[in-house]
Structure formats: C-alpha cells, structure tokens
C-alpha cells in the first residue's frame, strides 16, 4: 500500500492561491494515478483531479476546471494541486489518492479505485 502524506493547506482569502502537495512512498507505481478528492463538514468526499503517474492523462472536476492544474515531481515522488482563484465553496479538506494498476481514465473520478489515501490538508478559503 502506498503512504501519501499532504501538505500545503492553510487560510486564504477568495481569488487568492494555494499550492498543497502529495508525497508517495512506500510500494508507489508509475504505472498508477493519483487523484485529489475535497471534503467539506456535512457533505460527501468529492473527486478533484486526478493523473496518472506517466502524465498521460488527466481529470478535473467541472467546478475546478480552468482554475486547478494537477502536476507531478516524479523524481520526487510528489503530485501537486495548483488551486487559482479560490472560492468560499473550495473550503474543504482536501485528501489525496493513489491508485493501482493504471485505470483507465474514465474510472479515475471515483473514490473506488483507489486504494490508498492521505489523511488531508485543511483549505480554508474566506470571503
């Protein structure tokens, strides 16, 4: 199983920016994806963006698109959300994800196919 240990998370203000990072260790695969999934108190887990590891292929949500870039260090081993122009409703805790084997990229939207997960890192977006 993989570990992911997030990191970045913090207060800004709205049309403000956050970077926050995803660290991969333990058995990690580059022939796998990542994603990023948010929760916010009283609503369910959603899905964020996702890649896979190889950068083939990406995912956004419709409500991040345009405003959120997922990227990856492979030397590293780190995937990381750029988030622009943040809103009050971006609010979350925002967890990372790592799949195994390399799903197709129709499936990386959902919280099954992935095995592995971070604890999260606190966004807070104020008005």
């Known amino acids: 199983q993989v570990q992911l240990i997030e990191s970045g998370g913090g207060l800004v203000q709205a049309g403000g920016s956050l970077r926050v990072a995803c660290l991969a260790s333990g058995r990690t695969s580059t022939s796998g994806a990542v994603g990023w999934f948010r929760q916010a108190p009283g609503k369910e887990r959603e899905f964020v963006a996702a890649?896979?590891?190889?950068?083939?292929?990406?995912l956004y949500a419709d409500s991040v698109k345009g405003r959120f870039t997922i990227s990856r260090d492979n030397a590293k081993s780190t995937v990381y959300l750029q988030m622009n122009t943040l809103k009050p409703e971006d609010t979350a805790n925002y967890y990372c994800a790592a799949s195994r084997g390399n799903p197709i990229l129709s499936s990386l939207g959902r919280i099954e196919t992935y095995g592995s997960w971070g604890q999260g890192t606190q966004v807070t977006v104020s008005s």
């Open positions: 890649m896979s590891w190889n950068g083939a292929r990406t």
